[in-house]
């Protein structure tokens, strides 16, 4: 009898070990079914003597029930979960969960029953049935999908399906994927072009690990050149997976890449269908999908010979995972290429300052592409000063601004407003007694939308709606909104130009890939003429026919203060300014802002990122930040506020004294509640060579804390709240 380690999908549980049944054919990596008490659960056969178990007992050893028709894990992915889980102090099953993100890609069904509009209308209708049916509208899926999507009970759908408004379709789950065809329509690349994309492939062609930074200004056509090194890993057979920050940047990406390939990619993100997860995992982990592109948790799959990863706008902080595993994707992404052994490239106009230092200090390649593409010009900058050249009271828009939004729609061209801020306005209060509305889960202001007619919490999702009097003083009619949000940037353009077709840009407005490309479609068609959005705007558009960009406030960036509020704002305000005159009119872009000779602010204007990024880099350097030095995050958090700050205040007694580590708090978090929780936050600042995992790993090991209260620590930290 042989006794294997098994790794279950539950963090509680760890590892377990179990009796293999004669004949059955299992190796380390293979997905299993086990039985624990009277469950069947599922887990991933280990490597020996790589994980700690509890010894079992020989006879009592369960055996395993099923090996799951699946390939098993490869010894390169185990050792990423592992090195995954140790660098971001995370459980491993927490992230093997990641790998087997779809159930039904590894068990048995192969075809799903799923239901869509037949034309047909019910011969009783109901307000329910009225609201699916609208909502549902040409969209196909299960009947827990179509429940969801028509905001309705399952029973709706089934009414439904009964009456024959819904119709069956029978979907198969293993229907194979096109191939896309390198030959398809290779681009005429210009001279710089070609001289980078030689570099690429030059590097694909090798298959050693090689990080490759992959700069170039916007508008340089970076994915133009990089798609030649994803062409020449299928010439050779390797899988591909190309990461994109944002699910709203897909739609327009698939476009470009069909029109190059011949055919559309495996798309891999959260608002797929579950027969559309399954067909996608199985196709990866069998090596037949030969390019994926997708989000961040895309980068756990078991692809069967990745080959090439590109992440592309690699200096976007949507990499950052936030909650779970709190894992960078972008350096997950270098340390799985270094694992399999193949060139990881992080594309970017703004790379990040660790990346830029990596390239310094010569442990990553960098590619340069200077110019823009073709006829195409850099956008002229100039700021708007605040203070000499205001916008009326209670508006936004400064008369330079709204000028020079006038000359553009005369011109017959596309104007985009950018304010990194959803709703109508950020807070709400009583203009009688000062009532502010607060989130009552969280420390944070309810937020005004007005499209949605309600009351926001952007923290928890907690909404209300606008109530029509004051909760505290009862006043009727009190309410103001304070500040602005992009809706009421674009109410603001509409009332100056009642005749522009305006659109309204962000997350509550494209959450999906379709949403993009229908916002694309609009704009290439001419029907929209001013844009206003938030940062979901600000990259991989290309609207030739868009020539100016408003930045309505630069400095808001700036406010939050953490380490890299000014290299953000950079970032974000050269990238915006990039969607302006891609095409061949010239593009201009308007900086509103109070702080005009703010270092960060002169840069943009200049046009000298090189020594803005050098005096980044200098003050970093001194202050220890990353990357010359590196922070941990602690967060303990409890519903109950004296729990929280007791075992917060434990786990700060207790912090060793290390030379070269500085243990900062506990203090209450910026944002003290969220989502019903108080929270403490530690903040740990170390020398760079200190193994701060380590300590920390042993520094909590010996603490204990109530089950209620939770302690969870942020490896190298993008927030600080
Ligand atoms: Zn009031
Ligand atoms: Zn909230």
Redesign the pocket.
């Known amino acids: 009898m042989t006794r294997v380690r098994v790794l279950t999908l539950n963090a509680a549980l760890g590892p377990l070990d179990y009796s293999v049944p004669e004949g059955m054919p299992v190796v380390p990596g293979s997905i299993v079914r086990i039985p624990l008490g009277p469950r069947q659960i599922t887990g991933v056969v280990w490597d020996e003597g790589r994980l700690e178990a509890e010894t079992v007992e020989a006879k009592r050893l369960r055996p395993i029930i099923a090996l799951y028709d699946a390939p098993p894990l490869k010894p390169s992915m185990r050792r990423l979960m592992e090195w995954v889980a140790d660098y971001y102090l995370s459980p491993i099953s927490a992230v093997l969960r990641m790998a087997l993100s779809s159930t039904s890609g590894y068990s048995g069904e192969k075809t799903v029953t799923e239901y869509r509009a037949s034309g047909g209308m019910p011969e009783r209708m109901t307000p329910k049935r009225e609201q699916a049916l609208d909502l549902i509208g040409d969209e196909q899926g299960t009947i827990r999908e179509l429940s969801e999507i028509g905001e309705v009970s399952d029973a709706v759908v089934r009414g439904l399906v009964k009456a024959g408004a819904l119709e069956p379709v029978e979907v198969s789950l293993d229907a194979p994927f096109p191939d896309p065809d390198p030959g398809f329509a290779p681009p005429a690349l210009e001279a710089g072009q070609g001289a980078a994309a030689e570099r690429l492939v030059g590097a694909v062609k090798v298959q050693k690990f090689t990080p490759m930074l992959l700069d170039g200004v916007t508008g340089s056509g970076k994915t133009e050149v990089y798609f030649e090194a994803v062409a020449e890993a299928l010439r050779m057979g390797k899988q591909v997976l190309i990461m994109l920050p944002e699910i709203a940047l897909t739609e327009p990406f698939l476009n470009r890449f069909t029109a190059r390939f011949g055919c559309e990619p495996v798309t891999w993100h959260s608002g797929m269908r579950q027969s559309e997860r399954r067909r996608a995992w199985r196709a990866i982990a069998k090596g037949e999908a030969a390019v994926t592109v997708g989000a961040r948790s895309s980068l756990f799959l078991p692809y069967a010979r990745l080959g090439l990863i590109i992440v592309d706008e690699a200096h976007e902080n949507t990499y950052k995972q936030e909650e779970g595993v709190m894992y960078h994707a972008r350096d997950v992404a270098v340390m799985r290429g270094n694992f399999e052994n193949f060139p990881v490239v992080l594309a970017s106009a703004t790379p990040a300052l660790e990346t830029k230092q990596m390239v310094e200090i010569g442990r990553y390649d960098e590619v340069t592409l200077p110019a823009r593409y073709g006829a195409a010009e850099m956008p002229t900058l100039e700021t708007v000063d605040m203070l000499r050249d205001p916008p009326p009271r209670g508006h936004w828009l400064s008369p330079p601004l709204v000028q020079a939004i006038e000359e553009t729609l005369d011109r017959k061209e596309q104007a985009l407003l950018f304010l990194n801020r959803r709703g109508f306005a950020p807070l709400t209060l ?6 502010r509305f607060e989130c009552p889960n969280c420390t944070a202001w309810m937020v005004e939308h007005r499209l949605l007619h309600r009351l926001a919490c952007h923290h928890c999702g907690h909404v209300m709606p606008p109530p029509d009097h ?6 009727d009619d ?1 309410l103001v909104a304070c500040g602005p949000g992009v809706e009421r940037i674009a109410d603001e353009a509409a009332s100056l130009f009642p005749e522009a077709k305006i659109a309204v840009v962000t997350s509550d407005t494209i959450w999906s890939p379709a949403k993009a490309g229908e916002f694309v479609a609009r704009m290439e068609a001419g029907d929209i003429d001013i844009v206003v959005g938030t940062q979901l705007v600000t990259k991989g558009y290309h609207f030739p026919n868009l020539t100016l960009v408003g930045v309505v406030d630069a400095d808001l960036g700036l406010k939050g203060g953490d380490l890299r509020a000014a290299e953000r704002t950079f970032q974000q305000i050269t990238q915006v300014s990039g969607r302006a005159g891609r095409g061949d009119k010239p593009g201009r872009v308007l900086i509103q802002t109070h702080q005009p000779s703010a270092p960060v602010i002169e840069a943009l204007v200049s046009g000298d990122a090189e020594s803005f990024y050098a005096a980044e880099t200098d003050a970093r350097r001194i202050a220890g930040a990353p990357p010359f030095g590196r922070y941990a995050g602690i967060v303990i958090s409890s519903e109950d506020e004296g729990q929280a700050i007791e075992a917060a205040r434990n786990i700060g007694t207790a912090a060793p004294e290390i030379d070269g580590m500085l243990v900062l708090g506990p203090a209450p978090a910026p944002l003290a509640m969220l989502r019903g929780r108080h929270r403490q936050r530690i903040l740990v600042h170390a020398r760079r060579a200190l193994d701060v995992q380590g300590v920390i790993r042993e520094w909590l090991e010996k603490i204990e804390w109530p089950r209620t209260v939770r302690v969870t620590v942020d490896i190298d930290p993008y927030s600080f709240l």
């Open positions: 009583c203009r009688t007694c000062g009532h004051c909760p505290e003083c009862e006043a009190s």
